[in-house]
C-alpha cells in the first residue's frame, strides 16, 4: 500500500517526481482519487500558502510547490471527472487588455488550482468581453484580474462594470490583483475580492464561492 503522506509532503516540498509517483502508484491501487486531492494535495498547499505569509517561504518555493501538485493533477484530473467530483469553484483568470505580463497571473492560477479550483487562464491582454464570453460558457463563480501596469489597471474597472451591464453582478465574482493594485481600488470600482498575493487569492476565492 502506497504512502500517502509521501504525497502531502512532496507537495509541501515541491517534489513533482515524487508526487506524481504516489498518485500513479495509490491510483493503481484504486484510492478514491478525490480523498488524494482533499486530504493530502490541497492541506499541503493550504501549508504552502502558510508558510509563505509566514515568510518561510517564498516565491520560488510556491513555483515548485504549484508545479508538484499541478504534475499530480494531471494524473488524478481525468479520475475526478469519471467519478463526477466537483471542484470547490471554476475561476476565469487572466491579466487585463493592453497588459502582457503573466507571472503573478500564473502564480496565482497555480495556487487556486492547489487550492481545488478548476482554473480557465485566458492568458494575457483580455478584453472585458472575453472575461465575459468565458464565464458564461464555463459557468464560473469568479473573474480574477490581474495588471501590472497603473496605465491598464482601468480596464478591471472596465470589466467589473461590463459585469454589471451583463447582468452578471452577484452571480459572477470579481477578484483583482497585481503590483499596482489595492484594496481601495478594489473598493473603488466595486469589485469584490482583493488579494496582494498569490497565496491570500486561494483564501478570498474560498470566501466569495462561499457567500
Do not use: C, W
Not at 102 to 128: H, Q, R, T, Y
Not at 186 to 208: K, M, Q, T
Request: overall charge negative.
Amino acid at each position: 500500500m502506497s504512502d500517502l503522506q509521501a504525497l502531502y509532503t512532496a507537495v509541501l516540498e515541491g517534489n513533482a517526481p515524487a508526487a506524481k509517483e504516489v498518485v500513479k502508484q495509490a491510483l493503481d491501487e484504486g484510492v478514491n482519487p478525490e480523498d488524494l486531492l482533499q486530504k493530502y494535495m490541497i492541506p499541503a498547499m493550504d501549508e504552502v500558502g502558510r508558510l509563505f505569509e509566514a515568510n518561510e517561504y517564498f516565491v520560488p518555493e510556491l513555483l515548485i510547490s504549484a508545479r508538484a501538485m499541478k504534475g499530480a493533477l494531471e494524473l488524478i484530473r481525468p479520475k475526478l471527472v469519471e467519478t463526477g467530483a466537483k471542484p470547490v469553484g471554476k475561476v476565469v483568470i487572466g491579466t487585463v487588455r493592453g497588459d502582457l505580463h503573466d507571472i503573478g497571473k500564473n502564480l496565482v492560477a497555480a495556487m487556486l488550482e492547489g487550492g481545488g479550483f478548476e482554473i480557465i487562464d485566458l492568458g494575457v491582454d483580455v478584453s472585458p468581453e472575453k472575461f465575459i464570453e468565458a464565464a458564461k460558457e464555463k459557468g464560473a463563480n469568479i473573474i480574477a484580474m490581474s495588471a501590472l501596469l497603473t496605465t491598464t489597471m482601468p480596464g478591471m474597472k472596465t470589466t467589473v462594470e461590463a459585469i454589471e451591464a451583463a447582468g452578471l453582478k452577484g452571480k459572477v465574482k470579481t477578484m483583482i490583483g497585481g503590483a499596482p493594485v489595492t484594496q481601495r481600488y478594489a473598493d473603488e470600482i466595486r469589485a469584490d475580492g482583493f488579494s496582494d498575493n498569490a497565496s491570500g487569492a486561494v483564501r478570498i476565492a474560498r470566501e466569495l464561492v462561499a457567500k
